[in-house]
């Protein structure tokens, strides 16, 4: 379709095919001459070569392209602060939602329906989606309002080797005993005394524990559904009341950082880039090389050990990946799929674009020296002419890039022959994580929202997360915590229940 476009406009008949369609409503499709776009930090920013990111994606589709990019710690309030203004012209076209986010958006009509789109779309017809599913899965109530371009894989825990070695402990852990164990002997050396680092206890985003898999172990603080298909609510489970327990002895024990209510996850890393503990809960894949990369340019050793989960935990979860929709404001919603999504998984250069980074800016295959660090860290990569490689980062010059939004070892879409301009090259360090990772996970209980969690959700899971800090810090016992959380939100949960059991 997206060629299709660019003959019409060249054509000049571009009005009277808009005069035959019409978009979501029964409205005339209006031809688009720009696309916005609300993103988080996981484009590259303005510091980063976001210019010529920007300007690749104008050249592909053929329209100007706006990128809106807030601070990321900031981002889900400015998204929500944009669909509450009534005025619809400021909206952007194209928005990036976490799996929470999109469920409720989209329960409350903000976002297209691109059911019939993606059926009669280029993109399904091309075949560059290896599995239909990883389309389909995102449907709510069987209609798809948004895609996901990856795998959402999740966190795992990593271990910095030189403090294994420093505890004298030879055997990663496979058990809680065994990895209070170890928290133990961390403690003593860390520089503030505590052993790990998190954003948080529990987070607004599903699946909710992704940053402390061995202290929640099985507890869910949110709806889910059980085999027998009962919905029921997880936070009030004996599972999580136990979860509790094991966080009041992390705080007590001096396992966990205390700054955990202020931490962001960019906070997180730097405490662990400066060697104040030696565990850290991230991402899998390629944040297991930006880490040590990280830790490199700090000066420090760089070896990670990529733990397995342990018994307790069983399997790591693997989030349902932030989706990509176009709001209700837009004025083609086709047409901006057509471009969108077309472009970004092409199989081709938009999909690099949206992969890799900008050819020469954040990528290339000249032969050149690339150097990162600085002083003692300073580390100098040498490229024969055709080979691929990163760049420096442009911001800070202390590593290589690793990826742009769409993380290769994710993609749902395949690259055409010939044009993965990487030739499908991976960090090993990158690769080994997601292989365990993987191996060790299972999919975060499936995404629902309807009126009922709409306007009750929100309040709902602010309460959990004040309610867990409160515990685990010690101002609220376990009891009181669970007499406060069903005197203030209980009917408002059971309502909840009552929708999705269908009573």
Not at 83 to 111: E, H, K, R
Not at 218 to 244: C, H, I, N, R
Not at 265 to 272: A, L, V, Y
Not at 311 to 339: H, K, M
Request: charged content about 20%; aromatic content about 12%; proline content about 3%.
């Amino acid at each position: 379709m997206r060629k299709t476009w660019k003959k019409l406009l060249a054509l000049g008949l571009a009005a009277t095919m808009v005069a035959g369609m019409t978009a979501c409503g029964g409205k005339k499709a209006a031809e688009l001459d720009k696309l916005t776009i609300l993103v988080d930090n996981t484009v590259v920013n303005t510091l980063n070569g976001q210019a010529q990111f920007e300007a690749g994606l104008e050249e592909l589709m053929g329209i100007d392209i706006e990128i809106i990019q807030p601070d990321h710690s900031g981002y889900y309030d400015t998204v929500g602060q944009t669909f509450a203004n009534p005025d619809t012209t400021q909206w952007p076209d194209i928005v990036l939602l976490g799996s929470t986010y999109y469920a409720t958006y989209a329960s409350q009509g903000l976002l297209a329906d691109l059911t019939e789109i993606w059926e009669k779309s280029d993109l399904k017809a091309s075949g560059v989606i290896a599995d239909e599913k990883t389309i389909t899965d995102y449907a709510i109530d069987g209609k798809i309002y948004g895609i996901a371009p990856a795998r959402g894989n999740g966190c795992m825990t990593y271990v910095k080797q030189s403090w294994l070695d420093k505890a004298g402990i030879t055997k990663v852990p496979t058990t809680y005993a065994e990895y209070t164990a170890m928290l133990d002997a961390f403690v003593a050396l860390s520089p503030d005394g505590y052993a790990i680092t998190s954003p948080g206890l529990v987070n607004n985003e599903a699946p909710y524990v992704n940053y402390l898999p061995e202290f929640f172990q099985s507890a869910y603080p949110d709806f889910y559904q059980k085999e027998d298909g009962t919905w029921v609510d997880g936070f009030s489970e004996q599972a999580m009341k136990d979860a509790l327990g094991r966080l009041i002895d992390a705080y007590n024990n001096g396992w966990i950082d205390k700054e955990f209510a202020t931490n962001k996850t960019s906070t997180c890393r730097d405490k662990f880039y400066a060697d104040k503990c030696g565990v850290f809960t991230y991402w899998a894949g390629t944040w297991a090389a930006t880490l040590s990369d990280k830790l490199i340019a700090a000066g420090l050793d760089s070896e990670l050990v990529a733990m397995k989960p342990i018994d307790e935990v069983g399997q790591y979860i693997e989030r349902y990946s932030p989706v990509w929709a176009i709001t209700s404001a837009c004025e083609n919603p086709e047409q901006a799929f057509d471009l969108f999504f077309g472009t970004m998984l092409d199989g081709s250069k938009g999909q690099v674009l949206w992969t890799f980074g900008a050819e020469d800016v954040h990528w290339s295959k000249k032969a050149e020296d690339v150097v990162v660090g600085s002083g003692d860290s300073t580390k100098t990569y040498t490229y024969g002419e055709g080979e691929f490689h990163f760049k420096a980062n442009l911001e800070t010059g202390d590593s290589q890039y690793k990826k742009n939004h769409i993380d290769p070892v994710l993609s749902i879409a395949k690259f055409k022959d010939g044009e993965d301009v990487s030739n499908a090259q991976m960090d090993p360090r990158a690769s080994a994580a997601a292989d365990i990772f993987f191996s060790n996970c299972t999919i975060a209980p499936k995404i629902v929202s309807n009126d009922t969690m709409s306007k009750y959700q929100s309040a709902i899971m602010s309460l959990r997360i004040e309610l867990v800090s409160q515990v685990a810090a010690g101002t609220i016992s376990i009891e009181d915590a669970y007499a406060r959380y069903n005197d203030e939100q209980g009917a408002n949960i059971q309502a909840i229940l009552d929708s999705l059991n269908n009573k």
